[in-house]
């Protein structure tokens, strides 16, 4: 059975810098694009960045430039390295698997001022 475990998470000022993972099992994990969402109280889920099997990523261009999605298939486990945090990325992030999707059961980001 597929399982997402997000972690990393936490409380941080802004302008600092988080890195969440994703470690998966229950499938061949280079065989699957990988996604990471957030969804902050009342608002609907915002998708974050994706990364394909082949490694190329794509952001929307509320984090271009601050995130960064990578994969360790190797190790079955996905990255967001998160930089420059503003108080607007709070949120409960997600990763997500393949094309179904499978989902995480998230991990809490909170930016402080």
């Known amino acids: 059975q597929v399982q997402l475990v997000e972690s990393g998470g936490g409380s941080v000022q802004a302008g600092g810098s988080l890195k969440l993972s994703c470690l998966a099992s229950?499938?061949?994990?280079?065989?699957?694009?990988m996604r990471w969402y957030r969804q902050a109280p009342g608002l609907e889920r915002e998708w974050v960045s994706s990364i394909a099997t082949s490694g190329a990523p794509t952001y929307p261009d509320s984090v271009k430039g601050r995130f960064t999605i990578s994969r360790d298939n190797a190790k079955n486990t996905l990255y967001l390295q998160m930089t420059s945090l503003q108080i607007e990325d709070t949120a409960k992030y997600y990763c997500a698997a393949c094309a179904l999707p499978y989902w995480g059961q998230g991990t809490q980001v909170t930016v402080f001022p």
């Open positions: 229950g499938y061949i994990f280079s065989s699957c694009g």
